[in-house]
């Protein structure tokens, strides 16, 4: 049986994030670092569908919000526990994200055409959410069920939600780290690199792209349903496009295809929206901008520039 | 009893269906910028609709600083054809560098990144600012039919404005070359025409479309900060269902999506119109993804 692996220092990583309540703990702080490890959970299934299996989805907020959504909805009008509904919620999404992901390969759309499907896709869920008033509460948004967190009674429901995010992300991290290594890791590089090949050596092309998006969307699903529960109401401007175009940031600024890289740039963005609030809409300008200059210049992202210099001053080290 | 029914059924189906000309031209307006400047450019501009925001958001600032209106709504339409055109000579030109499926995809994250720039800007700078142009008359009744005159008068823009460029690129050297260009950019420079050139003034014509968008709906309701991405996806619903590179395409699917939208409206009410209109355009991607009217320019 292959070993699991475990890299060091996402572990140091995530020590840290488990560290920082004890200097932080005030709610607004205790907040900003629970939206940091919801986003390092999208940005990992990001990393997953757009950079592992180049499936452009424009549609991760809605995934996240049907998710989210459709359990809380089961909660509210059937009482029933929340962890009862989240599994149900998650079903969705994945049928959601894999039958997205099956039509768009089986129709041989292009990158760009997935990406409009998808990104339609956002604004017919919006919509459709907007529309059902009586069901979804339309633009107010949705009050969520009380979820119980694990331990809540001893630390109570601000620190207890945060660690439960925060394993979640450690676990999608360690996921990653080990499914870049896996035969479905492996079978999407080698499609990434030369379709007709793959196919051509017997990769089905259809079925490890469908399992990455289904895998991806199922990781959209849960985090969705936790931001939910963790935020006491959902509406449709959480869920909105905007929310894809914070998430492909986050990605672009760590790097792509990266195990560190969903950490840093969830770190880094949530960081600056929130330093740059007083900013009002000035805020989308930045990120606009950000964007630009991030496609524009360097598409590797810190992550491996980082990598990098660390392996030129460690290499340099052995030398002397 | 029942012949009258029916009259009054009819007669109100024809307003609608008119109506739904009217709104498909605005429209079409919208959408043959986007197309344009796809098919020549290579790139998926999602700042387009940002462009009919800025020619609203200067046209109403001038006038409210007292210029005449015509003139400023005349400087609002220039400024946002040579916003295109700066666009163009500045940003984009590293992504033209890049090739086949690499340059759709970064023209499509920096035109994204450009779209919430000017979207920040624009309404952090004029929050509650909206264009829009009255027309003195309420409405208009035509052979026993009623219409609003305002919605006549952008109709009658929006086709003043789409048979100029259709007599642009079809009858003037200058719009022959860029036709040729949108055919075969390889085969146009054999032919000693500037690829270059024609990208910049296709850049700077999808531009002032843009503006005589932002002129036709701020006559038929209004033009405001913050709508921008609205607008880029109904360009964009529209362009895709035409045939992302086709003129003609572009402006036969906003007239039909028009008269969709019309029919829809009446029918089932407002807010599964838009959810058809949605619905639709995955359907033409999936089935046909050259759009529905691809072939001419």
């Known amino acids: ?320 | 009893m029942t012949i009258d029914i029916a009259s009054i059924a009819i007669s109100e189906l024809v307003e609608v269906l008119i109506d739904g000309i009217l709104f498909g031209l605005q429209l079409s307006l919208l959408a043959v910028g986007l197309v344009l400047i796809f098919g020549l450019g290579g790139i998926l501009n999602l700042a387009h609709g940002e462009f009919v925001i800025v020619t609203g958001v200067i046209s109403a600032v001038l006038i409210s600083s007292g210029w005449n209106p015509a003139a400023a709504i005349v400087i609002g339409i220039l400024f946002s054809g040579i916003l295109a055109l700066a666009l163009d000579r500045s940003v984009l030109r590293p992504v033209y560098k890049l090739e086949g499926e690499m340059e759709v995809l970064v023209g499509l994250f920096v035109t994204l990144g450009l779209a919430f720039t000017l979207e920040g800007i624009t309404s952090y700078l004029f929050p509650g600012l909206y264009f829009s142009v009255r027309v003195p008359v309420e409405t208009v009744s035509i052979f026993g039919l009623s219409f609003r005159a305002s919605a006549l008068v952008s109709g009658l823009i929006s086709f003043l404005s789409l048979l100029f460029l259709l007599l642009f690129l079809g009858k003037t050297m200058t719009g022959k070359a860029i036709r040729a260009a949108l055919q075969n950019q390889i085969g146009s420079r054999v032919c000693g025409i500037d690829v270059d050139r024609m990208r910049s003034l296709v850049f700077f014509l999808g531009g002032l479309m843009a503006g005589l968008a932002a002129l036709a709906k701020g006559i038929a309701s209004s033009v405001e900060p913050g709508s921008g991405l609205e607008l880029t996806s109904y360009a964009l619903i529209v362009g895709v269902v035409g045939g992302v590179r086709s003129v003609y395409g572009a402006m036969i699917a906003g007239i039909l999506l028009g008269i969709v939208n019309a029919l829809a409206g009446y029918l089932l009410g407002t807010y599964l119109t838009l959810v058809i209109l949605l619905v639709i355009v995955v359907a033409v991607i999936i089935y046909k993804p050259s759009g529905l009217f691809a072939g001419g320019v």
């Open chain 1, 1 to 320: 049986m292959r070993v699991i692996e475990i890299p060091k220092p996402s572990i140091i990583f995530f020590l840290i994030f488990a560290a920082l309540p004890l200097v932080f703990s005030n709610p607004y702080h205790l907040r900003i670092l629970t939206i940091i490890a919801i986003y390092a959970s999208f940005v990992y299934a990001a990393n997953i569908i757009i950079g592992e299996s180049r499936q452009l989805f424009l549609c991760m907020s809605a995934l996240a919000g049907i998710s989210a959504y459709t359990s809380a909805i089961l909660a509210n009008s059937y009482g029933l526990n929340p962890w009862v509904t989240i599994p149900a919620g998650i079903l969705f999404s994945v049928s959601v994200g894999a039958m997205l992901s099956y039509v768009s390969i089986v129709r041989g759309l292009g990158e760009i055409f997935v990406a409009i499907v998808t990104l339609t896709f956002t604004l017919i869920f919006e919509n459709v959410v907007l529309g059902l008033r009586w069901l979804t509460m339309g633009e107010t948004g949705l009050v969520t069920p009380t979820l119980w967190w694990p331990f809540q009674e001893i630390f109570g429901r601000r620190i207890a939600s945060y660690y439960t995010i925060l394993l979640f992300a450690f676990l999608v991290s360690m996921f990653y780290a080990n499914f870049v290594k896996s035969k479905l890791g492996i079978a999407l590089r080698a499609i990434r690199s030369d379709r007709i090949s793959a196919e051509v050596v017997g990769i089905d092309v259809t079925k490890y792209s469908v399992i990455a998006a289904s895998i991806g969307s199922a990781i959209l699903a849960i985090t969705g349903s936790f931001y939910g529960y963790f935020n006491g109401m959902i509406s449709p401007g959480i869920f909105s496009p905007s929310m894809d175009i914070v998430i492909i940031l986050m990605l672009l600024l760590g790097g792509l295809r990266t195990l560190y890289g969903p950490l840093i740039g969830s770190t880094a963005i949530v960081l600056l929206l929130e330093s740059t609030r007083g900013f009002g809409q000035l805020t989308l300008t930045f990120l606009g901008i950000m964007l630009v200059i991030l496609i524009l210049t360097f598409r590797e992202g810190i992550s491996s520039i980082a990598e990098k210099a660390f392996a030129r001053i460690t290499s340099s080290g052995w030398k002397s």
